[in-house]
């Protein structure tokens, strides 16, 4: 069975701190490993990554895959408020674009 | 304007009930699943159409049946509910797959209540 693992389960910071997500699988048929963010509702799309060591960046957001690894982590630098959410790292396998889901980082960012 | 769009938004149930949760997207997307997000927030995928033939199905009780009438929608339909049913339910579409950078986008989420 396809299984994604995320650490650590949650975090809580200060403002202004810098974080990283870690994420690792063990999956067949490997094909992407995507990051979101969720709030209240939806997650909302931040990353897909499919090839090992490019950095993805979006703002003070940057990601990166280690396929050798079988892991990836996500960087938030100088953190806000706002960052503070549930961020779920997703791997795509096989031909059926099939998600496979983490159990999720919730970060809490305090003032 | 909504891309992908469930209803009811919440829901509270008896135990035995049958209900529904309709899902229906306007991105002209040609792929649809639901995803089960339990207590402890973890998103499990249940099942994924494309072009109303099912593609995915995972390890879901029967009572559990999806209907996809058109590509544009796809509802799933809970026979015999349980208290383990409670959990929200989502719904997501994408463009053919996610093979090729596309994203998946969520709908807002239905949240049961099973009591």
């Known amino acids: 069975e396809d299984k994604v693992v995320q650490s650590p389960l949650s975090l809580v910071v200060h403002e202004g701190d810098t974080v990283t997500l870690n994420c690792s699988y063990e999956v067949t048929n490997f094909r992407s490993l995507l990051w979101y963010k969720q709030e209240k509702k939806a997650p909302t799309f931040l990353f897909m990554l499919t090839s090992s060591g490019i950095e993805k960046k979006s703002g003070r957001l940057s990601s990166i895959l280690d396929k050798k690894e079988l892991s990836s982590i996500l960087n938030i630098t100088a953190t806000q408020t706002g960052d503070s959410a549930i961020y779920l790292c997703?791997?795509?396998?096989?031909?059926?674009?099939?998600?496979?889901f983490g159990t999720g980082t919730r970060l809490q960012v305090t003032l | 304007d909504t891309a992908v769009s469930q209803t009811p938004k919440y829901l509270v149930t008896q135990m035995g009930n049958d209900k529904s949760i309709k899902c229906e997207q306007n991105l002209g997307h040609d792929t649809m699943y639901w995803y089960k997000q339990d207590s402890k927030k973890f998103l499990k995928i249940m099942f994924s159409?494309?072009?109303?033939?099912?593609?995915i199905n995972e390890t879901v009780p029967n009572r559990f049946s999806p209907k996809s009438p058109d590509k544009a929608h796809l509802n799933l339909h809970i026979n015999s509910l349980e208290l383990g049913d409670s959990a929200v339910y989502f719904c997501?579409?994408?463009?053919?797959?996610?093979?090729?950078?596309?994203?998946?986008?969520f709908g807002e989420g239905s949240w049961l209540t099973v009591v």
């Open positions: 997501a579409s994408s463009q053919a797959g996610l093979f090729s950078g596309n994203t998946i986008y």
């Open positions: 159409y494309n072009n109303k033939e099912l593609i």
């Open positions: 997703a791997v795509l396998t096989g031909t059926a674009s099939k998600l496979t």
